[in-house]
């Protein structure tokens, strides 16, 4: 698991884009040699974040696009906050420089 404390989160992490912003960045610098099989011989990255230009708007509009594939324990569909059901990707610590 990547633990982290909620005083790890910068101030600046006001809103719930921010956040997944924040998280998938940091989950994309920890876990970039891990993959899962998601279909026959298809391994995927199981976390990938990144901005990209998009071009097919006027103005062209930088996003961040990601990608997040978490294991879930067999019952969660027997419950309602699926959260609680997430399966650990990796034991790496939260990088300093993602904590200000």
């Given at each position: 698991m990547t633990a982290f404390n909620p005083t790890d989160i910068p101030s600046s992490v006001n809103t719930l884009e921010k956040l997944i912003v924040w998280a998938s960045t940091i989950?994309?610098?920890?876990?970039?040699?891990?993959t899962a099989i998601?279909?026959?011989?298809?391994?995927?990255r199981t976390c990938q974040s990144a901005p990209f230009l998009v071009t097919a708007v006027t103005?062209?509009?930088?996003r961040v696009i990601s990608r997040t594939s978490i294991p879930l324990q067999p019952t969660w569909r027997r419950q309602q906050k699926i959260w609680?059901?997430?399966?650990?990707?990796?034991?790496?610590?939260?990088?300093?420089?993602?904590?200000s």
């Open positions: 989950m994309n610098d920890l876990y970039t040699d891990t998601e279909s026959a011989g298809n391994a995927e103005p062209p509009t930088w609680q059901f997430a399966v650990d990707i990796g034991s790496a610590a939260i990088p300093t420089e993602y904590k």
